[in-house]
C-alpha cells in the first residue's frame, strides 16, 4: 500500500476527522463551494454545521457565473476538471482562499503557478484510481483484438438470427498466448504505476514480453525491470526507442500525460511502423495519439484495432468522428476510472483535502508544487 | 501442455503427414467431404493430389441436400456444429465412411451412438480453445460491470459531446480490489479446465476467493484445490452448494456443459439470491441460464448486469429479445473461441483427424465413445 493510500485510511478513521472538527469549533464558519457531485462522500461536508457548504445540485457541468458568484468568501472550493481554476476564479474568491480540491488525477485546469503566488493548496486524487484505469486498459486491449464493438452491434442491430457462422468469424488476434503461439509481447508508452498495473494483469494471459520508452534523461531501470520480470513471471521487461515500441508491440498501452512534450507522439510515421495484428490502447491523454492519423491506420490495415478510453477531439467525439466510425475501434466515453469503489474514494479524499484545507491543516494528498514548476 | 496439444504439435511437424502421405500412395483415392471453412489449415487437405477434396463454398450454412448428395462414396466429412451428423446421412455415405471431424468441442450434432454402431471415428477440438474462452469470459465481466455495451453505444450514437459528465457517470462494481475494499470472490458453475484458465487471469486483478459447484459424485477435490489457491495467491477456493454459490459470487461464471442436467439452474430462485453489485457471466451454453429469469433479474436490479456469449434461444435472439434490450446485458453473438490463433489450431486439429482417419489410423484427438455412452 501506498503513502498516499495509507494516509487516505487515516482520514477514514475517527482520529482526524474529530480533531479537525474540534479546531473547528474555535475558527470562523468557513464556507466551501462544491461545484461537482460528491456522491457518498458529500454528507462528510454537507452534514457539519460548522461550515457553510454551497453545492451546484443541477443536472449540468456548473456555471462559471455561479461559480463567480458563489465563491466571494470562500476558504475552499471542490472542483473537477470541467472547472477552470484560474487568476479570475481566485480574484472573486478573495482573501479567504486557502484550498482547492479538485476530484481528479490530472490538474490542466488549475493555474498552478497562480496558486503557488497565493499560497493557495490544491489537493488532488492520483494513486487512488490505478487499479480501475488498469482494468479497463486490459479490457479496451481485449475489445479491440476480439472485436466486440462490432459484435456487440451486431447483435443490437438485429443481425444474429441470420449470422452465418463461420470457423474465422469475428476472429481477431487473441491476447493470450497459445501453445502454438507462445510468445506476446506488450508495449508501453508511459511506464508507471497504471502501467504496472496493466502489466500485473496482462503476465496471467501469458503475455511474454515487456517493452517501454524510459522517460528522456530517466535513471537506469534495470534492476527494477528484473524484479517486474521476475515477479511476473515474464521471458524480459526493457527499455526500448520509440522505433522498437511500434515494431515489436502486439498490444501498445499509450498510458503518457498530456502536454506539449508527449502531443501526436502515436501518429502517422509511428503508426506505419506497427504490426498488421496489433492493437492500440489509449487510456492515458488523447493529445498523445493523432486521431486522423490513427483513422488512417485502422482503414488501411497499418494495424489491427484500437481501444480508446480518450481522443484528442473530446468531448466533441461524435458519431460522424473518423474513430468512431471505423469498425475495429471501440471508443468509450472517458470512463477509465469510473469505477464505483474508487469514485467513492476519489470523492471521499477530495472532501477530506477540502476539509483540512479550511482549517489551515496540511491536505492528506496535495500537489507539490516544486515538482511542476 | 496437455496431451491433446502434444499430438497436435506431432501434427503439425513434418514427421507425421509424410507418413500419412506415403501410405496414401498405395492405397486408393480417397473423398472427404468439407462442409466448413478451415481458413490456413484449408490446403492441408485441397493441396493433396492423392485425395478427392469436395468443399462448400458458398456464403451461408451448407446445405443439407448438398451434403446428401455429395457424401456419397465419402471415407472422411469435415463438419461443424451447423451440420448434424446422422443415420440418414451416415447411410447416404455408404460403408466408406471412416470418419466424422468437427471443428469444436461440442458434439451435440453427431448421433455418437450411431458412429459407435458402424465404427465410424469421430475427431473434435477440445482443450485448444481454453485460453481464447477464458479470454472472452474475463472481456465479458469487466464489460458487463464497468457498462462498456452502454458506454459503447452512448458514443456510437452521438452522445459523447452532450454528455454531462460527474464522478459517478456510468461507474459500476469494479473487477480488482482496492486497498479500502479489499476482497472479491468468484464464484464457477463448472470448474473445469476453462475455468481454472479464467481463475489465473482474474486472480492478478487481486480477487481473493474462489467457490465453485462440484459435479455430483465428484470426488474430494481438497489438494486440487490448496494447489489453486497457492498457485494463484488467493485466500480460499472452496467447494460450496447452489445457494451460497449465487448468494456469495461477486462474479459468476457459468462454464457447465448443455443438456437436461444443467438446464435452468440458473433460475429465479438462484437469481434472487445473488448480490445487486453481482455479475453474471456466460460462456458456456446457453440453456444453462433462464433467459426469462435474467431478463427480470436486471430490470429489477437483483444483479448488476451480465455478460452473454450464449443464449438459450441463439441464434434466435433478435434485437427485440429481452436481454439485448437490457442496458446492462452485453451479448455477443457466440464468439467466445473466435480467437485467430486459436481457430487456426482448430481448423489444422480438424484437418489432421479426417486424414488421419481415412488413412485408418488413429485420430490425434477422437471422442472416446465409451466416456460418453
Redesign the interface.
Known amino acids: 500500500?501506498n503513502r498516499t493510500?495509507t494516509t487516505?485510511?487515516v482520514f477514514?478513521h475517527n482520529s482526524t476527522i474529530p480533531r479537525i472538527r474540534s479546531m473547528a469549533t474555535s475558527l470562523a464558519r468557513h464556507k466551501i463551494v462544491v461545484c461537482?457531485?460528491?456522491?457518498p462522500a458529500a454528507p462528510l461536508l454537507t452534514g457539519r454545521d460548522d461550515l457553510d457548504v454551497i453545492s451546484w445540485t443541477e443536472?449540468?457541468?456548473c456555471d462559471r457565473a455561479w461559480l463567480l458568484r458563489n465563491i466571494v468568501g470562500a476558504a475552499g472550493v471542490v472542483v473537477?476538471?470541467?472547472n477552470a481554476v484560474d487568476r479570475e476564479l481566485v480574484d472573486a474568491a478573495g482573501p479567504a482562499l486557502r484550498v482547492v480540491s479538485t476530484?481528479s488525477v490530472g490538474h490542466e485546469h488549475i493555474d498552478l503557478k497562480v496558486m503557488a503566488e497565493r499560497n493557495i493548496q490544491v489537493g488532488y486524487t492520483p494513486d487512488?484510481l490505478t487499479?480501475?484505469v488498469?482494468?479497463?486498459a486490459?479490457?479496451l486491449a481485449?475489445?479491440a483484438?476480439?472485436?466486440?464493438?462490432q459484435?456487440?452491434?451486431?447483435?443490437?442491430?438485429?443481425?444474429?438470427?441470420s449470422?452465418?457462422?463461420?470457423?474465422?468469424?469475428?476472429?481477431?488476434?487473441?491476447?493470450?498466448?497459445?501453445?502454438?503461439?507462445p510468445t506476446r509481447t506488450v508495449g508501453f508508452l508511459g511506464f508507471g504505476r497504471i502501467a504496472h498495473a496493466v502489466l500485473?494483469?496482462v503476465?496471467?494471459?501469458?503475455i511474454t514480453h515487456c517493452i517501454y520508452t524510459p522517460r528522456p534523461g530517466a535513471a537506469d531501470q534495470s534492476v527494477r525491470d528484473v524484479r517486474l520480470r521476475d515477479a511476473h513471471g515474464l521471458v524480459s521487461v526493457a527499455p526500448v526507442d520509440l522505433l522498437t515500441l511500434a515494431r515489436e508491440s502486439d498490444v501498445l498501452f499509450v498510458l503518457a500525460p498530456g502536454g506539449a512534450t508527449t502531443r501526436h507522439i502515436v501518429n502517422s510515421e509511428f503508426l506505419r511502423q506497427m504490426r498488421a495484428?496489433s492493437v492500440l490502447v489509449n487510456n492515458g491523454r488523447g493529445s498523445v495519439v493523432d486521431s486522423a492519423a490513427l483513422a488512417r491506420a485502422l482503414a488501411d490495415g497499418w494495424i489491427w484495432g484500437a481501444g480508446l478510453d480518450v481522443v484528442e477531439e473530446?468531448?466533441?467525439?461524435?458519431?460522424?468522428h473518423p474513430l468512431?466510425r471505423e469498425p475495429r475501434c471501440?471508443?468509450?466515453?472517458?470512463?477509465g476510472s469510473?469505477?464505483?469503489?474508487?469514485?467513492a474514494?476519489?470523492?471521499t479524499l477530495t472532501a477530506c483535502n477540502v476539509l483540512a484545507g479550511v482549517m489551515g491543516e496540511p491536505l492528506p494528498v496535495a500537489i507539490d508544487y516544486s515538482t511542476i514548476a
Open positions: 500500500m493510500l487516505l485510511r477514514n461537482t457531485d460528491l456522491g443536472n449540468r457541468s473537477c476538471f470541467q476530484i487512488i487499479d480501475a488498469a482494468d479497463s486490459v479490457m481485449l475489445m483484438s476480439r472485436r466486440a464493438g459484435s456487440y452491434s451486431f447483435v443490437q442491430n438485429n443481425q444474429w438470427p449470422f452465418y457462422w463461420t470457423p474465422f468469424a469475428f476472429c481477431g488476434p487473441q491476447l493470450s498466448t497459445t501453445p502454438f503461439s500485473k494483469r503476465a496471467a494471459f501469458g495484428t473530446e468531448p466533441q467525439v461524435g458519431s460522424d468512431v471501440v471508443v468509450l466515453p472517458h470512463i469510473a469505477a464505483s469503489e474508487t469514485r474514494e476519489m470523492a
